[in-house]
């Protein structure tokens, strides 16, 4: 029988290779292209990884903010999350945003004004620019799922303000990690009423009517139109043990 064992993979009958990875790794003969292949994305998801937790690990409490690249800087929740931010900055908190435009912007804005630490997760897209001028400590990512980690470990809490498809799914995935016990349970306040409650009604009169989740999930956010408040109920909230130690990860 045709074997070969490469490190932990098996390989045996027509999968296995011409050459070894030895050979291949010393061959001075290709176009290059290797750099773009699975294994070698590994290394760059590595990176990011390393990347942001070298960047983080000392930055102390902070408060994620999500929301719209799209708001105008004439909307009122422009405003308001420029008041979050300020907020958060007062209350001893970062404040972490995708670093974009819109609400992303402004919350930035609040913090940096206010002197307080304004971080900016950035991720790759074809149709938005770098990370906006508010963001005092910055970094870009490639992969949307090490920027979550970033934003999941290094936030104590989230604000989550009007937005799209973006916004569903950080919210959506923060609130399947604490339904779930993956991590500790942190608030998630949803801001701005209008906007939130017929999705809390759809979620009460079919998701919850039909058993597909549980009353208690229901209570895993709060909603609220004042920016005050949204400070208060993020950061009242008992600290994780990664902010209030220096031990651990």
Do not use: C
């Amino acid at each position: 029988m045709t074997k070969r064992t490469q490190g932990p993979v098996v390989r045996r009958f027509d999968q296995v290779l011409p050459t070894t990875t030895d050979e291949r790794l010393l061959s001075g003969r290709d176009d290059g292209s290797w750099v773009h292949a699975d294994p070698w994305r590994v290394l760059r998801i590595q990176s990011e990884f390393v990347e942001g937790f070298g960047t983080l690990a000392e930055l102390g409490p902070g408060v994620g903010v999500f929301g719209s690249a799209r708001t105008k800087r004439s909307d009122p929740m422009y405003a308001a999350a420029v008041k979050i931010g300020a907020g958060l900055a007062g209350a001893g908190y970062a404040t972490i945003t995708g670093g974009g435009p819109g609400i992303m912007e402004a919350a930035n804005k609040g913090a940096f004004e206010a002197g307080g630490t304004s971080v900016g997760l950035g991720i790759e897209l074809p149709f938005e620019q770098s990370l906006n001028k508010y963001v005092s400590l910055g970094i870009n990512f490639r992969y949307f799922f090490a920027r979550k980690v970033m934003f999941l470990k290094y936030s104590s809490g989230f604000v989550v303000m009007p937005g799209g498809f973006g916004t569903f799914d950080e919210v959506f995935e923060a609130l399947t990690l604490v339904q779930t016990h993956k991590v500790k349970s942190f608030p998630i306040v949803l801001f701005g009423t209008q906007y939130w409650a017929p999705l809390l009604d759809w979620l009460t009169e079919h998701a919850l009517a039909d058993g597909y989740i549980g009353q208690g999930d229901l209570k895993l956010v709060q909603l609220t139109d004042d920016p005050d408040e949204a400070v208060r109920l993020v950061t009242t909230a008992p600290r994780p043990p990664h902010q209030t130690t220096s031990n651990g990860t």
